[in-house]
């Protein structure tokens, strides 16, 4: 219990204690991540289901899909965006791995990052707009930050780390094999009623991970925290431009 208490206040703004520090490694909590995306996820099929009573698109096509985007940045205190962006300074700058580094430790913007988040954020509300017009929308919303976040917990266990002691290194210890199977079947739990298109949102989320990390690993040396962060933003951007040809 505690274990999925240290995930959901590590990956939500909610204001969540542990009630008693057993010292058990962080990594332990990663196994529930999916389950935390999916809890998320279906806070926001709920507001999807919502708006649409309200019938909000039809006067303002746009504004359902700007409330869902602007609610999902605000559950996770957009953590993850923060760790998207430092990735885009750091990663597409012809510079040093060592300057790459002190970059992505930096917590002011550079162009790069500004370009980056600017475009995420705009695909990933286009691509919102689409999916909550689809009639698998409610089952998509649940499962994309699910997997989003699975995603994160496989780059933790089968990269490096980039910087040794750091906090995201912190955060992957104790990270094993029990982690992961229960990460994979809360994310297959998540995913399970889109049938065979969850099984096409994961290949894509995978496909995402597997391209993120595989340049982080050649630009850095291995992965950080922020690119655990940039990992679920990127994952969950993919599915969702996929899930808008799933109907």
Known sequence: MNDFLRALGLLTVLPVRVPVDDGAPPGQAMAFYPLIGALIGAGLAG??????????????????????????????????L???????????VPVSRERRLEIMKDPRLG???AAGLILLLLIKLAALQGVTASPHALPALIAIPALGRWASVIAAKAYPSARPGGMGDFFRRGLGRRELVIATVCASLAAV??????????AVVALALLALASLARARLGGLTGDVYGATIELAETAALVVACFLA
């Open 47 to 80: 507001l999807a289901w919502l708006l649409r009573l309200l019938g909000l698109a039809e006067n303002a096509p746009l504004l359902p899909a700007a409330l869902l985007l602007a609610t999902w940045a605000g559950l996770t205190g957009a953590l993850h």
């Open 82 to 92: 923060d760790g998207w962006a430092d990735c885009c300074d750091a990663l597409f």
């Open 111 to 113: 162009g790069f990052g």
């Open 193 to 202: 009623g889109l049938l065979w298109r969850g099984a096409i949102l994961w």
